[in-house]
T-cell receptor
């Protein structure tokens, strides 16, 4: 069955370190998204991509970067981790039809990141 | 920009009873999608129900139904015959049909089910 996976599921790192969170989907979806979830804020969009070589900034993109070299993967990199980036991170994907994103997003299981 | 508001941070319901979760949104668009997602303790986000704004009929999925009031910009979720497995965070979300835009989420409502 098609799925979307994230790794690692849990990560502890130190301030200033570079961290990369992996997201892999086998749906063959063009659209992929990264969110962070924090108490009192719900899900906030970090970056998103509508296809290979396409990336866009979301609401809270500062301190994060993504690259899309193939359809299946959208890794999220924290260039220099900060304590404010301690959060739960979700990756999601959705299908494109006729150049527009369809309405349903499928989510990965999440990665809990702690920055000490 | 569109916004989604869930005014109830926490709700509780007795098992087998009915509960309604509120959601309001702000938009100047006439066509859009609305969703309810469920996030159980496992943290996986699961789509519960979706509504297309151009459809007047309220969406229904088994025990889950919505009350979509377009003029009032209200989109509430009703859960009938509540079960222990319904305990979760519930997120309301909006997506425009204009262009290729991401979802906008509310802050969520935590639902507890009391046995």
């Amino acid at each position: 069955d098609a799925e979307i996976t994230q790794s690692p599921r849990h990560k502890i790192t130190e301030t200033g370190r570079q961290v990369t969170l992996a997201c892999h989907q086998t749906w063959n979806h063009n659209n992929m998204f990264w969110y962070r979830q924090d108490l009192g804020h719900g899900l906030r969009l970090i970056h998103y991509s509508y296809g290979v070589q396409d990336t866009n900034k979301g609401e809270v993109s500062d301190g994060y970067s993504v690259s899309r070299s193939n359809t299946e993967d959208l890794p999220l990199t924290l260039e220099s981790a900060a304590s404010s980036q301690t959060s739960v991170y979700f990756c999601a994907s959705s299908e494109s039809r006729g150049g527009a994103s369809t309405d349903t997003q499928y989510f990965g299981p999440g990665t809990r990141l702690t920055v000490l | 920009a569109q916004t989604v508001t869930q005014s109830q941070p926490e709700m509780s319901v007795q098992e087998a009873e009915t509960v309604t979760l509120s959601c309001t949104y702000d938009t100047s668009e006439s066509d859009y999608y609305l969703f309810w997602y469920k996030q159980p303790p496992s943290r996986q986000m699961i789509l519960v129900i979706r509504q297309e704004a151009y459809k007047q009929q309220n969406a229904t999925e088994n025990r889950f139904s919505v009350n979509f009031q377009k003029a009032a910009k209200s989109f509430s979720l009703k859960i009938s015959d509540s079960q222990l497995g319904d305990a979760a965070m519930y997120f309301c979300a909006y997506r425009s049909v204009v262009g290729n835009t991401p979802l906008v989420f509310g802050k969520g409502t935590r639902l507890s089910v009391i046995a």
